[in-house]
């Protein structure tokens, strides 16, 4: 049997990304042109809910959606 305890080893963690607004703002931009078509809004209220969906949970959130 092989140990593994001393080979594995925690990756050191990164600096916290620094958030500004224009950022913020380059980031939304780049979903608003992924989400398009009729849907957008919808997408949205469902994600700014306050909770984390996976895509599977907003299928189920949204059923009329192709």
Do not use: C, Q
């Amino acid at each position: 049997m092989t140990r593994t305890d001393e080979k594995v080893r925690y990756l050191p963690e990164s600096k916290p990304e620094t958030l500004t607004p224009l950022s913020a703002a380059s980031g939304v931009e780049n979903v608003l042109r992924i989400l398009e078509g009729r849907w957008k809004l919808v997408i949205l209220f469902h994600l700014f809910g306050g909770k984390v969906l996976r895509f599977s949970d907003l299928e189920r959130a949204i059923p009329a959606i192709s």
